[in-house]
């Protein structure tokens, strides 16, 4: 069974880097998300290939899919629906959104105010949307990977921290180096390979690979090595907000998807270190800084925390 799932990670895995060039890193950490049934955040500069990342991890599995462009006038019911009144029958009935899809595609989800925005809470945190005080579930899989430009870019809105918090992991993309940017050229003169990519696994192999990093084991001394991480966080003097017991348990589950992905079913203290960046610095804010400060200093900070945090051996 472990040889199963072995084989699907790596063609999951090697499907999407067919396309997404030089980013190893990118593409498992977004596997990471997945299989951890929780969501991820893209962000950089535009044109760097937020967007094909997403394209090509929802069309390496074969779920139903959708893309939002997020604009400035994008209304919540565009979203997630809304009722529509029937004159035939004179009832009222439920109109889905595109967020009724395995994998959403939110894409540059910064550019739409924070009450459009708002409207993914409900469906990242519980996998459901309520509509005129009727409940709907969402179906099983259920992922959003979102993409936004830095804030500091002209017609962008943070995104409140609420929000924030609901992503398992924020990603940033970078510049490719020269030599798998000329890859990246040559890839390209024949059109678009994503175009060409078909699905390597199911939604119910993606269910069952979810199930399996469950089963990872995490022994004490590790989970106590994770809490003292946190824990550093909260007592920081130069943070403002520290981790809550949410990013907590996400740094947890993401350290279960990474080594299952490795092939272990252990987790090891530098699947925790190598996931804390991208797992925790979204999640703080440091003192003198608004929307959670610069970036850069923030994911230093996590880094510096991290190796004061004794490892167990």
Same mark, same amino acid.
């Given at each position: 069974? !472990?040889?199963?799932?072995?084989?699907?990670? &790596?063609?999951?895995?090697?499907?999407? %880097?067919?396309?997404?060039?030089?980013?190893?890193?990118?593409?498992?950490?977004?596997?990471?998300?997945?299989?951890?049934?929780e969501h991820v955040l893209l962000e950089d500069v535009p044109g760097v290939g937020k967007t094909l990342v997403g394209k090509a991890l929802a069309k390496s599995v074969a779920a139903e899919f959708c893309r939002i462009q997020f604009t400035p006038d994008l209304l919540p019911s565009d979203i /997630?629906? @809304? %009722?529509?009144?029937?004159?035939? !029958?004179?009832?009222? @009935?439920?109109?889905?959104?595109p967020i009724f899809a395995n994998i959403v595609l939110a894409d540059e989800i910064?550019?739409?105010?924070?009450?459009t925005?708002?409207?993914?809470?409900?469906?990242? @945190?519980?996998?459901?949307?309520?509509?005129?005080?009727? !409940?709907?579930?969402?179906?099983?899989?259920?992922? /959003?990977? &979102?993409?936004?430009?830095?804030?500091?870019?002209?017609?962008?809105?943070?995104?409140?921290? %609420?929000?924030?918090?609901?992503?398992?992991?924020?990603? %940033?993309?970078?510049?490719?180096?020269?030599?798998?940017?000329?890859?990246?050229?040559?890839?390209?003169?024949?059109?678009?390979p994503v175009d060409q990519l078909t699905s390597v696994v199911d939604s119910h192999q993606v269910n069952a690979l979810q199930q399996a990093v469950r089963r990872v084991e995490v022994n004490d001394s590790l989970s106590e090595y994770l809490l003292n991480i946190v824990t550093a966080t909260r007592a920081s003097d130069e943070l403002h907000v520290g981790v809550s017991t949410r990013g907590a348990l996400c740094l947890y589950r993401a350290a279960q998807a990474l080594a299952l992905i490795e092939g272990r079913q252990f987790v090891v203290p530098d699947d925790i270190k190598r996931l804390s960046i991208p797992v925790l610095a979204h999640r703080v804010i440091v003192k003198g800084y608004?929307?959670?400060?610069?970036?850069?200093?923030?994911?230093?900070?996590?880094?510096?925390?991290?190796?004061?945090? &004794?490892v167990p051996y």
């Open positions: 069974m !472990t040889t199963d799932l072995d084989s699907l990670i &790596a063609d999951l895995e090697g499907n999407v %880097s067919h396309v997404v060039l030089g980013k190893p890193e990118v593409v498992r950490f977004c596997l990471v998300a997945l299989l951890a049934g /997630v629906g @809304s %009722s529509i009144f029937d004159a035939n !029958t004179s009832e009222f @009935s439920f109109d889905r959104g910064n550019r739409t105010p924070p009450r925005q708002s409207a993914l809470l409900e469906a990242m @945190s519980d996998g459901q949307v309520s509509v005129d005080g009727k !409940t709907h579930q969402l179906p099983n899989p259920f992922m /959003v990977i &979102a993409t936004q430009n830095p804030f500091e870019f002209e017609g962008t809105y943070p995104l409140p921290e %609420s929000q924030l918090d609901r992503f398992l992991l924020r990603i %940033s993309m970078g510049y490719p180096d020269k030599d798998e940017e000329l890859q990246v050229l040559l890839s390209h003169r024949d059109g678009e608004l929307h959670g400060g610069q970036r850069e200093a923030i994911e230093a900070l996590i880094h510096r925390l991290v190796e004061e945090v &004794a």
